[in-house]
């Protein structure tokens, strides 16, 4: 999905199990870029360390750096202009 984010247009994918339909999700988890936790299925490990919840938000900013936005905060932090599902 398509959505703004620090007045800037990003890439948005609501974290779930569901099948990944965006090339770049795809990318980055076929890169180890992304994975999940082996003890917690409903974690996202980052390569960096940084982890993420199944119903946060991962934002790719123009410049291909990872941003989370948990899903407490979305409404707070993202405009989505596009939403797929």
């Known amino acids: 999905m398509q959505a703004k ?4 247009l990003v890439d948005v994918w609501k974290i779930s199990h569901r099948p990944v339909y965006e090339n770049w999700v795809k990318q980055a988890f076929e890169k180890s870029i992304l994975s999940w936790n082996e003890r917690n299925q409903n974690v996202l490990n980052f390569e960096s360390g940084d982890l993420a919840l199944v119903g946060d938000f991962l934002v790719r900013e ?24």
């Open 62 to 85: 123009q410049s291909g750096e990872f941003q989370v936005v948990s899903k407490e905060r979305v409404s707070q932090k993202l405009d989505i202009l596009e939403f797929n599902m």
């Open 5 to 8: 984010f620090k007045g800037k």
